[in-house]
């Protein structure tokens, strides 16, 4: 499975035109539905860059719900496509398979499908003490009029809030 954003980026460096990243698009978000239903034996490590640019996953890990992002200063996670063009991605409850209010990769202590490297910049699961790292994106942000309709969200500052549109 990690092996489909490194072929994402790769294929969208050399695709011959829209037509292609627009069908590669589409198959990475049929994918994040297929990897949110699975489940692995054994974690995967998140490195800090990949957990600070948002471009983790694991098995088992589903779009986050869009109130997650409803906070001060919650706007960049609210809109951000994720590694999958779907929104970043929570861990799903175990019982019903619904987003937990909980980022997929957390400390190794916590467990779960994706950990972060113990003794990091990012054990603790803020990338504040991390280097700033180069995000590279393939999808547009969530609000932008080329993210499919039924993926979009919109941010209010005024009360904080993270809304599907």
């Known amino acids: 499975l990690a092996c489909l954003i490194a072929c994402a980026l790769a294929v969208r460096h050399a695709s ?5 990243e627009a069908l590669l698009r589409e198959r990475l ?34 779009t986050c719900d869009a109130s997650t992002w409803s906070f001060p200063g919650g706007d960049s996670m609210c809109l951000d496509a ?17 987003p937990l209010k909980e980022a997929c990769c957390q400390a190794e202590a916590k467990g779960g499908p994706c950990v972060l490297p113990p003794g ?10 991390c280097p700033r790292y180069e995000k590279q994106t393939l999808f547009p942000e969530l609000n932008e ?21």
């Open 29 to 62: 978000v049929h994918a994040a539905e297929v990897i949110g239903e699975s489940h692995a034996s054994h974690p995967v490590i998140c490195t800090c860059e990949g957990y600070c640019t948002g471009s983790c996953f694991a098995a088992s890990c589903v």
């Open 120 to 129: 990091s910049c990012c054990s603790s699961g803020s990338c504040k003490t």
């Open 82 to 98: 994720g590694p999958l063009g779907t929104g970043l991605l929570c861990r799903s409850d175990p019982d019903d398979g619904k």
């Open 16 to 20: 011959d035109g829209p037509q292609e």
């Open 145 to 165: 009029s080329s993210t499919k309709p039924e993926l979009r969200r919109t941010f209010d500052s005024s009360s904080n809030t993270c809304r599907s549109a």
